[in-house]
Every structure is written in structure tokens, then in C-alpha cells.
């Protein structure tokens, strides 16, 4: 059973950094899609980053350049480096999987399969 365990979440001053963690169990996750979404409550659910087998990556629009994803498969954990925060990332942050490998990407990946609980990430202006 695949568990997800995220942390590196917290509070931060508009410009500052943060970077968020997650802990994959029950799999080794190499062959799958892996992404983080956020959401703010009342809003949608928003994919933020996505990273698939080969280590290829794609952004939204609104963190394309100051985000960045990457895994460490020894490690079996996946990353999310934030920099140049605004007070618009504010937001729940989750890390999420799937193992059907195609289609990862933000545009073209709406859910996953298992999700983690979240950290909360919030950006001071």
C-alpha cells in the first residue's frame, strides 16, 4: 500500500524560501507520476508541479521559474523547492502519485490515484 508522508511546510515572508518533502512508502515509485497540487479553501484543487519516470517536469504557470521538483529514487522522496514566495502561494500543499505513468503532466493530469494529508504553507506579504 502506497503511503505519502509530506513536511517542510510553514510560514515564510513574501520573497523567502521553503522546501517540501515527501516520504513515499509501500512502493518503489521510479516508474510513476508524481506531482504536487495545492488548494486554498473554497477554491479548486490546483496542480503545481508534476515529475515523470525519466525525470522530466512541467509548472504551472504561476510557478513556473521559482519552483522547482525533483525525487531522489534512493531516497524514495519526492521535492518540491520553492523560491521567491508570494502571499498567492499560500495554500494547503499535497503531494500525490499514481502509477499509470503517461499523460504527467499539469495540463494533462487532473488527480491521482494516492494522495498524502498535506502541509500547510503560508506566505506573509
Known amino acids: 500500500q502506497v503511503q505519502l508522508v509530506e513536511s517542510g511546510g510553514g510560514s515564510v515572508q513574501a520573497g523567502g524560501s521553503l522546501r517540501l518533502s515527501c516520504a513515499v512508502s509501500g512502493v518503489t515509485y521510479s516508474n510513476y507520476c508524481m506531482g504536487w497540487f495545492r488548494q486554498v479553501p473554497g477554491k479548486e484543487r490546483e496542480g503545481v508541479a508534476f515529475i515523470n519516470k525519466a525525470g522530466s517536469t512541467s509548472y504551472a504557470d504561476s510557478v513556473k521559474g521559482r519552483f522547482t521538483i525533483s525525487k531522489d529514487n534512493a531516497k524514495n522522496t519526492l521535492y518540491l523547492e520553492m523560491n521567491s514566495l508570494k502571499a498567492e502561494d499560500t495554500a494547503m500543499y499535497y503531494c500525490?502519485?499514481?502509477?499509470?505513468?503517461?499523460?504527467?503532466?499539469?495540463?494533462?493530469?487532473?488527480?491521482?490515484?494516492?494522495w498524502g494529508q498535506g502541509t500547510q504553507v503560508t506566505v506573509s506579504s
Open positions: 500525490a502519485s499514481d502509477a499509470y505513468p503517461h499523460f504527467c503532466t499539469v495540463k494533462t493530469r487532473l488527480t491521482m490515484a494516492v
